[in-house]
């Protein structure tokens, strides 16, 4: 008897998200690598937890597919992109790449919603909130860096900035929190 409750293309579209979270993780990863041997010892820090995170958001891809009785599959990961030139550069393509992982999370949102798959486009819903968590953080960075200076930061403002973003927690809050009390 076939117990899978995914559909091929949604089970194809789900495997292709953990080589995405996959990817994401060795992205993180070699930013964060720059980012320490840059000096950034606080951006580091914020990277290679955020490399552990999207791990875990593998992990939980290949969890739901593998429950829903499918079969999740493991491919190679491509090679890291090169190093950024800068903390402004590096922080653009952190944010690019949250951006086409976003587009990504929405396919399979729409995909799930287009074939009613319930509890697929449910399961893709914490991935939209949590898209729209990682995007507002790396804004959030990207502000702070050009309140202190952009690419044109002196080493002071870096070294403070670097410090804060080493404290800063992983989690952003959501808009949809807001309150005139609690802006």
């Not at 429950?67 to 030139?85: E, F, M, S, V």
Request: hydrophobic letters at 40%; aromatic letters at 10%; a negative charge.
């Amino acid at each position: 008897m076939d117990t899978n409750r995914l559909s091929k293309p949604i089970e194809d579209i789900l495997n292709k998200q953990v080589k995405k979270e996959a990817d994401a993780a060795q992205i993180y990863l070699s930013y964060a690598i720059w980012a320490d041997s840059e000096g950034y010892a606080g951006v580091a820090n914020l990277l290679f937890r955020h490399s552990g995170e999207e791990r875990n958001h593998m992990m939980k891809v290949i969890e739901y597919i593998q429950q829903r009785g499918g079969k999740a599959k493991i491919t190679a990961l491509a090679a890291p992109p090169k190093d950024p030139k800068n903390l402004q550069e590096c922080f653009e393509k952190i944010f690019q790449h949250e951006v086409d992982n976003s587009e990504a999370i929405y396919e399979i949102v729409y995909l799930s919603q287009k074939e009613k798959d319930w509890a697929t486009w449910n399961f893709g819903q914490w991935f939209v909130k949590e898209q729209i968590e990682e995007e507002t953080l790396v804004m959030n960075l990207l502000d702070k860096l050009k309140v202190a200076g952009g690419p044109n930061a002196t080493s002071e403002s870096l070294l403070y900035l670097d410090e804060k973003i080493g404290q800063q927690e992983d989690d952003a809050d959501f808009a949809r929190d807001a309150s005139v009390a609690n802006p």
